[in-house]
């Protein structure tokens, strides 16, 4: 027998072991899954609640109080569900304030406990310090910039990100995790006077009230831009692919 016929043992057992144990690897825990979907159906809940309830008044001012009688920062011009709110539309939506209120605070409450679970997930899984803490080597200038053109060009993701995030991805759930979650999560329940009365410091800090709501509203807005850009990611990188990750929490690499 030739040396080219030759069959090293063991090679081929070590290469399909190989193979499966990257198309086997985990990509997300089953809690970091969970917190993830429980997330988005908060999150649509508060969407559609919370339209609701902007259509009561979709006005929005700066300080402790606001009315129709006061020049608003900004008018959204959209038919409103009450009929003291001028609007200059000749008709006046359904009101929809009860149940909307009620979905609103349920979902908040889901959103603010899934939160919580996936805050001390990542403390004590070590999840944040592993996969959204970047390395100093990656908070170059020339590394951001870098990455901020790949996904201008809508470029797909490296090989090596099927199983990591890159540093405008960490940088960009770092930022929603540890200021937009949490200012939405103030900036609500500051406009509630219960909350108010316990904690007057915790408003008068926003501004008043109104400025409560209005912050409220911006942090909405950056958060629905944030999911706009996150979904279209996922097209970009692989719809089926990453979908699957999140699920099942598995990942097929992708080809080199």
């Not at 009620?102 to 805050?119: E, K, M, P």
């Not at 899984?125 to 990656?138: A, C, D, I, W």
């Not at 909350?195 to 912050?215: E, I, M, N, T």
Request: hydrophobic letters at 50%; zero cysteines; a positive charge.
């Amino acid at each position: 027998m030739n040396a080219t016929s030759a069959v090293v043992p063991g090679a081929g057992e070590a290469s399909t072991t190989s193979v499966r144990s990257a198309k086997e690897e985990k990509r997300h825990s089953a809690l970091v899954r969970l917190t993830h979907w429980l997330t988005t159906i908060a999150f649509l809940a508060l969407m559609i609640s919370g339209g609701e309830i902007v259509l009561s008044h979709p006005r929005f001012y700066w300080g402790e109080t606001g009315n129709v009688n006061m020049q608003p920062w900004l008018n959204l011009h959209l038919p409103s569900s009450r009929d003291t709110v001028p609007t200059g539309y000749g008709y006046v939506l359904p009101d929809q304030n009860g149940w909307s209120r009620y979905l609103h605070f349920q979902a908040a409450w889901l959103a603010v406990g899934t939160g919580l679970l996936y805050f001390l997930i990542g403390i004590f899984s070590g999840h944040f310090r592993r996969n959204l803490v970047p390395t100093l080597s990656e908070l170059s200038f020339k590394g951001i910039v870098d990455s901020m053109i790949r996904h201008l060009r809508f470029e797909r993701p490296r090989p090596e990100e099927a199983w990591s995030y890159n540093v405008l991805q960490r940088l960009t759930y770092l930022l929603v995790i540890f200021v937009l979650f949490p200012l939405m999560i103030w900036t609500g329940l500051a406009m509630s006077f219960g909350f108010d009365a316990a904690f007057p410091l915790a408003v008068q800090l926003l501004g008043g009230h109104q400025s409560a709501r209005s912050l409220h509203f911006i942090v909405t807005i950056l958060l629905v831009l944030f999911l706009l850009v996150h979904v279209g990611m996922i097209f970009v990188a692989g719809f089926r692919n990453r979908m699957r990750a999140m699920i099942t929490g598995r990942a097929t690499p992708p080809a080199e």
